[in-house]
């Protein structure tokens, strides 16, 4: 059975598609290589012995998305994760991120309608929430205002989804709402490839721990939380790219209720940055060298899900726990401090 993956050569999207592989799918890839490298291909065949179909393509040009499909009327499923998804970038270059986020969604879905079957799964963010009233957040949690260009277009994608599926019965979708996703795969062959200067907090720690950088900064320590540092759901990749596959499995067997579900994607743990940093250091019998600073804005104080429903509805519930997540970014991190 073959099935898209756009962005497959992602973080996300490149742990997904092994999972898919170890399931039996014929996976197509689709990426343009903008946040991510051939290499990552090389590691997907490396782990799982198959080679996926890869395509070169910038979703933003409409007819190379329509030449593709042409040529691939057989697809059974699409997981959508091509996106740039960096919240401070998307401040300064919303322009960008609508462009990209948005127009490849639209031409996406524009095809699917003419496919005889479509089922489509996104990738979504916890960040539709902004900052929740109540924790931890279900996903029946008011949309509200979004606190960037970033997560408004997870929030338009969506309802360009939900509205989608009611004028097109066969398209069945499911978006995914991905807390904090960290880790490696245990074989330490992919992972993280952060270009530039990390935004995010476990990459950053893991370059610091490897004198890649100076000093890691704590963004606040005023926070009304355990210790004042933000609180978030750090989730394994490797669960997240499983309940990718058990999603496309719930449309392709039709279990699904609606034509558009929606799923947090989280341990149900919030942890502290400064919790993470004492996981780390017990993991890597290390101190990890860090200063608290200034907040960042734009920074939620406390973020962690309920994951009631995907584990109830879906069937899925992440196996990982913050120190397996943190070891495996260690093991990749030391992997590409080998290179
Ligand atoms: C986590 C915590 C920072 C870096 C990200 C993505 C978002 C979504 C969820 C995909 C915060 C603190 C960080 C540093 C720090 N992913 N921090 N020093 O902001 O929760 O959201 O994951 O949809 O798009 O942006 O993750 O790792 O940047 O921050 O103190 O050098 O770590 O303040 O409290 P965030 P993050």
């Known amino acids: 059975m073959k099935v898209l993956v ?29 946040n991510s490298s051939l290499d990552v291909l090389k590691g997907i065949v490396a782990i799982t012995g198959k080679t996926p179909i890869f395509e070169k393509l910038d979703l933003k040009d ?26 401070g970038e998307s401040v300064e270059k919303p322009l960008l991120y609508y462009e990209n986020n948005i127009n490849t969604l639209v ?58 599926c009611n004028v097109n019965a066969k398209i069945q979708a499911i978006a995914l709402r991905y807390f904090n996703p960290i ?8 992972g993280e490839l952060p270009i530039g200067v990390p935004q995010n907090l476990i990459p950053y720690i ?8 100076e000093q890691l900064s704590v963004f606040g320590d005023d926070y009304p939380t355990i210790d004042g540092t933000c609180v978030r759901d750090y989730i394994h990749v490797v669960d997240v790219a499983k309940a990718h596959v058990i999603a496309l499995q719930r449309l ?15 341990t149900g743990t919030g942890s ?29 104080v406390s973020a962690y899900a309920d994951t009631t429903k995907a584990n109830e509805v879906l069937g899925w519930k ?10 495996s970014s260690w093991q990749w991190q030391k992997s590409l401090n080998a290179v």
């Open 62 to 87: 409409k007819a190379q998305v329509q030449a593709f499909f042409k040529q691939h009327q057989d697809l059974k499923g699409v997981i959508h994760f091509a996106a740039s998804k960096a919240v």
């Open 252 to 266: 392709l067997n039709n279990k699904n209720t609606t034509n558009f579900e929606v799923f947090n994607l989280g």
């Open 272 to 300: 502290s940055v400064l919790e993470v940093i004492q996981a780390f250091e017990k993991v890597a019998n290390q101190k990890l060298n860090y200063k608290i600073v200034n907040r960042r804005s734009g920074d939620v």
């Open 107 to 164: 031409y996406v879905l524009q095809e699917l309608e003419k496919l005889t079957i479509s089922n489509f799964i996104f990738s979504s963010s916890c960040t539709v929430y902004a900052q929740a009233d109540v924790m931890p957040i279900t996903e029946e949690a008011p949309i509200k205002m979004a606190e960037s260009p970033y997560g408004n277009t997870k929030q338009i994608g969506e309802e360009i989804i939900q509205d989608t």
């Open 6 to 34: 756009t962005g497959g050569l992602g973080f996300i999207g490149s742990h997904t598609v092994v999972e898919l592989q170890n399931e039996g799918y014929q996976v197509v890839i689709i990426d343009n290589l903008s």
């Open 318 to 327: 992440a196996q990982y726990n913050l120190e397996d997540a943190i070891l």
């Open 206 to 213: 893991m370059q610091t721990a490897s004198g890649i950088r």
């Open 183 to 190: 880790g490696a795969h245990e074989s330490a062959i992919i």
